[in-house]
């Protein structure tokens, strides 16, 4: 095994890293998170790391600087030490860490499914709720066309409810992705902050909160249209490479 990972090691070639992605996955059914580096140009696993900590990523950025020298953008997921970890170690961090989208979509997406419940569960109080049996409605796509009856959750999106309106904020901030210029994206995304801050939908405010911290990172992956999409890939790789020996490096503690 060790032998067939040097062998790996030694064939893959080192090159400039211009668009690195930086995401977690959890390993041996869940019970420990690891760290995932790739290459999102051609989408290859560069690293391994044995935990998702600061300290860990923080040295391998420190480690590879030579291949950093040329990096445009660091796609990663909204986690503090990951951050904090690539701020200290890439000059220039705040104008290429990239919030991946889906991740903040999921956010908005349990906001929405909060509130759906909450206020379910009060009209339902009442004697009768319009929102049975909606849930997964709320949280689908509308390009995807999947609804199960498409004409009456339409018509519910209009009714005078805390749903409908949470349910427009969603599908906004769903589209705020797709801009070409960042300035317009800006200008939109402030935009939906000050109606979600006016909502008095306290789940949408704790969310858009959030994103008024990170606004910048998310601009940054709109304008530089990073993501971790790749991340399918990579994760069937990296099972692959517990069964198999494909020459990944997972990096062992070195005793901090």
Not at 19 to 29: G, N, P, R, W, Y
Not at 89 to 98: H, S
Not at 206 to 216: A, D, E, F, G, Y
Request: glycine share 4%; hydrophobic share 35%; aromatic share 8%.
């Amino acid at each position: 095994m060790e032998r067939a990972v040097k062998r790996g090691l030694a064939r893959r070639e080192s090159r400039p890293i211009e668009d690195l992605s930086v995401d977690e996955t959890s390993f041996q059914k869940r019970h420990e998170y690891v760290t995932v580096l790739t290459d999102r140009n051609p989408g290859t696993i560069i690293e391994i790391l044995e935990d998702r900590k600061k300290a860990t990523l923080k040295e391998w950025l420190e480690e590879n600087q030579d291949l950093l020298q040329t990096v445009r953008s660091v796609s990663m997921d909204m986690w503090e030490p990951f951050i904090n970890a690539v701020r200290e170690k890439i000059e220039g961090a705040d104008e290429k860490i990239c919030f991946d989208r889906f991740p903040v979509a999921a956010y908005f997406g349990k906001a929405l499914d909060k509130i759906r419940a909450t206020e379910h569960r009060e009209l339902r109080g009442l004697g009768m709720s319009p929102l049975t049996r909606t849930r997964h409605d709320s949280l689908r796509a509308k390009a995807k066309n999947e609804y199960k009856d498409k004409r009456f959750f339409m018509s519910l999106t209009r009714l005078n409810l805390k749903t409908a309106q949470a349910w427009r904020i969603n599908k906004t901030a769903n589209c705020l992705w797709f801009y070409s210029y960042r300035g317009v994206a800006e200008r939109n995304w402030k935009s939906l902050l000050g109606w979600v801050s006016r909502s008095r939908l306290e789940p949408m405010i704790r969310v858009v909160r959030m994103v008024k911290t990170h606004l910048r990172v998310i601009l940054n992956a709109i304008k530089l249209k990073a993501t971790n999409a790749t991340r399918n890939l990579s994760m069937q790789r990296f099972r692959r490479s517990k069964q198999e020996p494909v020459g990944i490096e997972i990096v062992q503690d070195s005793g901090r």
